[in-house]
């Protein structure tokens, strides 16, 4: 059995910088602070490599690949020293909370020399190292898989869409969204609610797996929207850059909340809610509403909820959507399924990771 001793970070780790994304684009994974940004065709880093946000709301995320891939100016390449097990290290660095070691307040940064003057607690017995990640692996493993199978059935269900509603459809684009949905915005202060647990829709939620967050009331210091059940939310922060389109199903949660950076699109009738999802997230049509975008800060350009409600789409046939709901309500419900799934093996996750690390 290993020891757990005291280290200096720098002492089992080496750290090197990301360079400037490349234009070109290809099939090699562009890592940054909040994960995949995109694709190109080089790499800066190869073999298993960790990657820790190192700027921003992301500072002190971690990541772990096994292939190539290209680390960008906003992240930090891990690589363990003396032979250790880096996916142990990538394990052993989530518990670290690194973004509170984080300089700057408004604009925390992670640098190398601050990472590398860190004290912890290692275990330097490799096979030891090795046990550990196996298990906390299995379940990562279980979770990724579920989470192919939601892009899976993502997939089906949008070429199920284009089938019902585009490519057979003859009648002219008469309605829009509009029709169909209405912009949905009741605000509600979580501060008013004394230790109250909400379930909060925010982007950084969306980008980690479509998991929303349970926060107490005291800790959410902004205004929020109320979630209703059987809605769509639609980020109107950067569209053209990033899509984010959260379908919520389910029971009604009377503490679903979300951030403004969504808008809420609630269909005027239940069996509006799935043509509504694939109208929106069709490729063709999330483009042009995402050309509606404005603003006077590049990186931060928004959309105005009426590039979305004036959107045009075909006349609804109640009968053609009852017969397409009941070919794609299974598979959402079966996705759904599977993300609650996701969230207790995380959870299990999580709690096997404090018990073991």
């Known amino acids: ?60 995320s971690v990541y772990y690949e096994n292939r190539p891939i290209w680390i960008s100016d906003n992240a930090l390449a891990v690589k363990p020293k003396n032979g250790y097990s880096t996916k142990f290290l990538y394990y052993f660095l989530k518990t670290l909370r690194l973004h509170e070691y984080a300089e700057g307040s408004s604009h925390p940064l992670l640098t190398q020399t601050l990472l590398n003057t860190i004290d912890v607690l290692f275990i330097n017995n490799i096979q030891e190292q090795n046990h550990i990640a196996s298990i906390l692996g299995s379940l990562d493993n279980k979770i990724d898989l579920l989470h192919r199978e939601n892009e ?30 209405e912009h949905y915005k009741v605000s509600i202060n979580p ?13 950084p939620a969306f980008d980690n797996g479509k998991n929303p967050i349970l926060e107490n009331s005291k800790d959410i210091k ?12 639609f980020s109107k922060l950067n569209p053209h850059k990033d899509k984010r389109v959260w379908l919520i199903i389910g029971e009604d ?3 679903a909340i979300c951030s403004t950076e969504f808008q809420i699109i609630k269909p005027l009738k239940k069996e509006y809610l799935y043509f509504l999802y694939g109208w929106l997230t069709n490729k063709e049509n999330y483009e042009e509403i995402s050309f509606g975008v404005g603003g006077t800060s590049s990186s931060h350009q928004r959309i105005d909820p009426q590039s979305i409600f004036t959107f045009s789409c075909p006349n609804l046939n109640i009968n053609k959507v009852n017969d397409y709901n009941a070919i794609v309500g299974p598979l959402f419900q079966k996705q759904k399924l ?7 093996l995380k959870e299990q996750r999580d709690k096997l990771l404090q018990k073991l690390i």
Request: a neutral charge; charged letters at 20%.
């Open 152 to 181: 899976t059935i993502e997939a089906m269900a949008e070429i199920i869409f284009r089938k019902w509603f585009i490519e057979d459809v003859k009648d002219e684009w008469k309605d829009n969204i509009g029709t169909y949905a």
């Open 338 to 344: 599977n993300q609650n799934q996701i969230v207790n």
């Open 1 to 60: 059995m290993g020891e757990w001793k005291e280290y200096k970070l720098g002492e089992i780790i080496s750290l090197g910088n990301g360079k400037v994304r490349p234009k070109e684009i290809g099939n090699i994974p562009i890592y940054g602070g909040n994960g995949i940004l995109g694709y190109c065709n080089n790499y800066n880093y190869k073999g298993e490599t960790i990657i820790i946000g190192r700027v921003g709301a992301y500072c002190g």
């Open 191 to 203: 501060q008013k609610y004394d230790n109250t647990i909400f379930e909060h829709y925010s982007i």
């Open 253 to 255: 949660n009377k503490n």
């Open 222 to 233: 902004s205004n929020k929207y109320i979630v209703p059940n059987n809605c769509i939310l």
